[in-house]
């Protein structure tokens, strides 16, 4: 069985897709290859070693943090509910999964950054070198096995009630150090910007802070590097073999936990989808303003976003994420800035909501038969995301005025008005426009399952919510006076939501029998034959 997996494994390797493996494997050989010659100038004199602590700390925490940012519900290089039926119990099939898990692409990168360590222990001699060799496999070992077990203890997780909430704050970091990351380096290179002063504080990077490089070097991600250092500077087997037994036990029990988790999950029959809660009619209430059928899709939206694996990680993502953000921007000297957090929460709204009607799925054909149904559908998806990411953005951006005192507040609050107002509209316009088919909505269980790719209508929105966002403080700033920028930003939300829903609801009634074929079509071919309800059940 294990040569059998084995080779399966490296035929998939060999004739699978190779653009994203190939740009993955050159990047990390470029990086590894600097934090090695990196490791070069430090034996050389030329560099703190303790920089290359702190490289290889990072390099762990991707094998550790990796499976939380991009969780997946079947961590394994084949789903596993195609190997529940074979007459092999589920132990001895995990056991030789595991074998194949070594081959990857990460692993050939991981081993070339820890080559790092042979390079920075070489001044101790040939003895301290193949100590290190023996460091850097037990490293790798350790590694492998952390990030594996994290991977599938977050398919199980995924596979819960809980899932949901953990993927949302895991994509919400992934975003928050993605839009954020760069505030604390540039707060540090100019900590008096918020003030108006552009005064550049160079940075020295000559020594490592050391109790920094020894908290790194007490964690497990760095004792390969401890066990370096020690057979560098001939500190005898005192201080070498303690880091290598622990990274060689701490390995065999993360190897050993990786087998049971899988064995479980070969064990567990596929989850069917049931609703969490059952469906009452009737239960939205009237809103202000607003007809019955319009009250009605509100209330539909609202249940929806809450209920629906796929949306309940979009909305719990798009509420983190901005929140992250200003914790982010708050740990430093740019305080002016967390009112910002207010239009960026109606720019993450936009994104997670422009594929709504596809999410939805083929119950769309309900709304294809009633007539006139269209425009109330549109503008009841536009209230509810105002309810749930427009009204939030601006009371965010106002709360972080009055607590900062911020003189970019003002535009800040106008513009997430100007932000809310595009959103609101251009998230079901997108959603008509650019659709995404997945798995239709009553074949999702669980976070992580395909449910299509809105990559193109995001890159779209994006723009046009983030120049909502900017043009009221720029007028603003331009005019220079603050009711320029409460003006702009009144004129460009009312001009939004006066003319984008019906604009959609014309195009929903032209475009959705076309939407609604594609998604019967993608439906039927789904399920046609045993491994297209395999890949149903399994998100494709």
Do not use: K
């Not at 090695?36 to 100038?41: G, N």
């Not at 999964?97 to 101790?124: D, K, N, Q, R, Y």
């Not at 999410?359 to 509810?384: E, H, N």
């Not at 939407?515 to 019967?520: D, S």
């Amino acid at each position: 069985m294990t040569r059998t997996l084995l080779a399966l494994r490296l035929r998939l390797l060999r004739n699978g897709p190779h653009d994203e493996r190939g740009f993955g494997l050159v990047g990390g050989l470029a990086l590894a290859a600097l934090v090695v010659a990196a490791a070069w100038a430090s034996a050389r004199g030329t560099l703190h070693e303790g920089w290359i602590a702190v490289a290889l700390t990072v390099w762990g925490g991707m094998w550790l943090f990796g499976p939380l940012v991009q969780p997946r519900h079947d961590p394994s290089f084949v789903p596993l509910a195609w190997l529940r039926g074979y007459p092999v119990r589920p132990w001895q099939l995990a056991r030789s999964l595991s074998w194949t898990e070594p081959l990857g692409v990460g692993t050939v990168i991981t081993l070339v950054c820890l080559a790092s360590l042979p390079v920075l222990a070489a001044p101790g001699g040939p003895a301290a070198t193949a100590i290190t060799v023996t460091a850097v496999l037990a490293q790798l070992y350790f590694l492998l096995w952390a990030g594996r077990t994290v991977a599938v203890l977050t398919a199980g997780l995924l596979q819960t009630r809980a899932g949901i909430t953990l993927a949302a704050v895991q994509t919400a970091a992934m975003l928050a150090v993605s839009f954020a990351g760069w505030v604390p380096v540039a707060a540090w290179l100019l900590p008096r910007l918020g003030d108006g002063r552009t005064t550049f504080v160079a940075p020295s990077l000559d020594v490592a802070p050391g109790p920094v490089v020894d908290v790194l070097a007490a964690l497990p991600t760095g004792w390969g590097y401890r066990a370096a250092l020690a057979a560098r500077d001939g500190l005898g087997p005192g201080a070498v073999l303690p880091p290598l037994a622990g990274l060689l036990v701490c390995g065999l029990l993360l190897h050993l936990a990786w087998i049971a988790l899988t064995a479980v999950a070969l064990r567990r029959p596929p989850r069917r989808a049931t609703p969490s809660r059952p469906t009452a009619p009737g239960q939205g209430r009237p809103l202000p303003l607003a007809t019955p059928q319009v009250s009605a899709v509100v209330a539909r939206e609202l249940a929806t976003w809450f209920r629906d694996p796929a949306r309940g990680v979009e909305l719990r993502s798009a509420w983190l994420t901005p929140l992250l953000m200003a914790l982010i921007v708050g740990a430093t000297g740019w305080h002016w800035a967390l009112p910002l957090a207010g239009p960026a929460l109606a720019v993450f709204g936009a994104m997670v909501a422009i594929n709504t009607y596809a999410l939805d799925g083929t119950a769309l054909w309900q709304l294809l038969v009633t007539p006139g149904a269209s425009r109330a559908d549109v503008r009841g998806r536009t209230v509810a995301w105002g309810l749930l990411f427009g009204v939030p953005s601006v009371v965010l951006a106002g709360v972080l005025w009055a607590v900062t005192g911020s003189p970019l507040g003002n535009a800040a609050v106008f513009g997430a008005v100007a932000a809310a107002a595009v959103g609101s509209v251009g998230a079901p316009l997108l959603a008509v426009v650019m659709p995404a088919v997945g798995t239709d909505a009553r074949a999702r269980v669980y976070p992580g399952q395909r449910a299509g790719d809105p990559t193109g209508g995001q890159m779209t929105i994006f723009p046009a919510v983030l120049l909502a966002a900017v043009l009221p403080g720029a007028v603003g700033a331009a005019a220079g006076a603050w009711w320029a920028t409460v003006l702009a930003g009144l004129l460009l939300a009312l001009a939004a939501l006066s003319s984008a829903p019906a604009l959609t609801g014309r195009l929903l009634d032209r475009r959705g029998p076309g939407l609604l074929n594609a998604m019967v079509l993608g439906e039927a071919g789904s399920s046609r034959g045993p491994s297209g309800r395999a890949a149903r059940q399994h998100g494709g």
